[in-house]
């Protein structure tokens, strides 16, 4: 049974979530940290450091410390969760119990990094979920039967996709196609189609405003403020929803492709459940608009996004916390973990 100081952290490459039991998701935050340059210490996290890429002096560094899923600056990233953890905790002295996600395809060596920086981070017992499962959980799905469901987990970083079945995973990959090739996408598209140059934050803002992957689909617009790259510029340009959906099709092509593929290893039985029940698509990359429709298209199968569907991790992790020490199984004893 969870504990009030039980949390769970859904640690993102764009964006950490963490949920408190009893009282819901109470961070939702970019994954950001500012430290000084010279000392390494930590200025800020999260928003107010979001707010400085792109914009630090020399002293200064703002930088996402997770790349595609894993933590590439493990000091970056464990002040950072320092930060988060006494935020929500209001700065209580105590160390709480912590489910933290992780990609379902990582090597050990990145799935014990990011359980030594939680821990580190002040908790005193730490336990990994993996994202398609805590998303399915999340999502409302019940994956305690013997019936087949895929979950397809948009993130920042990367895309998980997974078929479970019997409270476990049957088949699943994770790519590197996500939120954030979006928005890289977008900035090159403004690149070679406009001749300007803007920064990710600029791209992911266009995203979520005028995102599709359905041509012709809305009359949207967007306007979009660089550089021009020939005269060095400041220029403002009006993007049309059409042609963010040219720069984005390429990428939700290769997810739909991932998905296709693993249902090729699906066993039988569960493909026909997954026909039956329809594919489930989590995470922030699921709200790009027609992403449902265009992996329904060319899965044959019927794909919908989950209600709230950014929150379907953190959520998942929060109500795993009623099974932690189920969680904590012969699997995870190899990594390190402090005792109740």
Do not use: W
């Not at 002295?93 to 990145?110: A, D, H």
């Not at 999340?138 to 920042?156: E, F």
């Not at 406009?194 to 599709?212: C, S």
Request: some cysteine; proline content about 4%.
């Amino acid at each position: 049974m969870a504990l009030t100081s039980d949390i769970g952290i859904d640690l993102g490459t764009s964006t950490v979530l963490i949920y408190m039991a009893g009282k819901g998701i109470v961070l939702n935050e970019p994954s950001v940290a500012a430290v000084d340059t010279l000392t390494g210490k930590l200025i800020c996290a999260g928003r107010e450091a979001f707010d400085m890429i792109g914009k630090t002096p020399d002293k200064i560094t703002a930088a996402y410390p997770l790349v595609e899923g894993v933590i590439s600056q493990f000091r970056m990233t464990e002040q950072m969760m320092t930060y988060f953890i006494k935020k929500v905790c209001n700065n209580k002295v105590f160390m709480p119990r912590v489910i933290v996600c992780v990609p379902s395809i990582i090597t050990g060596v990145e799935k014990r990094a990011a359980i030594d920086a939680v821990y580190e981070s002040g908790a005193r017992k730490v336990v990994p979920i993996e994202e398609p499962v805590a998303a399915a959980i999340g999502a409302g799905i019940d994956i305690t039967g013997a019936k087949g469901r895929m979950v397809v987990d948009i993130g920042g970083g990367t895309t998980d996709i997974a078929v479970l079945s019997l409270n476990g995973i049957s088949v699943s990959t994770s790519i590197k196609q996500a939120g954030n090739r979006f928005d890289s996408e977008i900035v090159k598209y403004l690149k070679n189609k406009h001749n300007v140059y803007i920064g990710e934050k600029t791209a992911e803002r266009i995203k979520i405003e005028i995102g599709t992957v359905i041509p012709k689909s809305s009359d949207k617009t967007a306007v979009a403020k660089g550089r021009n790259i020939i005269t060095g510029l400041p220029v403002a340009i009006t993007l049309t929803a059409d042609e963010i959906s040219e720069a984005l099709l390429d990428t939700a092509i290769e997810i739909s492709n991932a998905v296709q593929e693993v249902l090729e290893k699906t066993p039988p039985e569960l493909v026909a459940d997954i026909f039956e029940e329809g594919i489930v698509l989590t995470g922030g990359g699921a709200q790009i608009r027609g992403i449902d429709r265009l992996i329904s298209a060319r899965t044959h199968t019927k794909a919908t996004v989950a209600e709230h569907p950014q929150e379907c991790v953190s959520v998942g992790t929060g109500r795993a916390l009623d099974f932690m020490d189920k969680l904590a199984g012969e699997e995870n004893l190899k990594y390190r973990y402090a005792d109740n």
